[in-house]
Nanobody, 119 residues
Framework: QVRLVESGGGPVESGGSLRLLCEAS????????MSWYRQNPGQERERVAQ???????NYADSVKGRFTISRDKAKNTLTLQMNSLKPEDTAVYYC?????????????WGQGTQVTVSS
């Protein structure tokens, strides 16, 4: 079992910055890739950024150049630095971890943190 707890969301004006933090606990040694997703009501959850087990990074086109994902394996944390925020970045942001046990991959989610960008 892996537990994920997000923090750092809140209201911000357009053009501002926020830093989201995800703290992992439990069977963290099984974690491979970690990601940030976001979701608005009635919409599908969208992957925003991912750091794979080998350290390679992936970003959604909508956030490239503005968001930076980073992972600290020693502290078991995942961060998302969000700069130049836009109203369309408003969403609930979720931390995700993929943990592999033997041949099975488990997907864990945090409770989410709300980000609201005002114009």
């Amino acid at each position: 079992q892996v537990r994920l707890v997000e923090s750092g969301g809140g209201p911000v004006e357009s053009g501002g910055s926020l830093r989201l933090l995800c703290e992992a606990s439990g069977d963290v040694s099984c974690i491979g890739a970690m990601s940030w997703y976001r979701q608005n009501p009635g919409q599908e959850r969208e992957r925003v950024a991912q750091v794979q087990g080998d350290g390679s990074l992936n970003y959604a086109d909508s956030v490239k150049g503005r968001f930076t994902i980073s992972r600290d394996k020693a502290k078991n944390t995942l961060t998302l630095q969000m700069n130049s925020l836009k109203p369309e970045d408003t969403a609930v942001y979720y931390c995700n971890a993929d943990a592999k046990v033997l041949l099975t991959v488990y997907h864990y989610w945090g409770q989410g943190t709300q980000v609201t960008v005002s114009s």
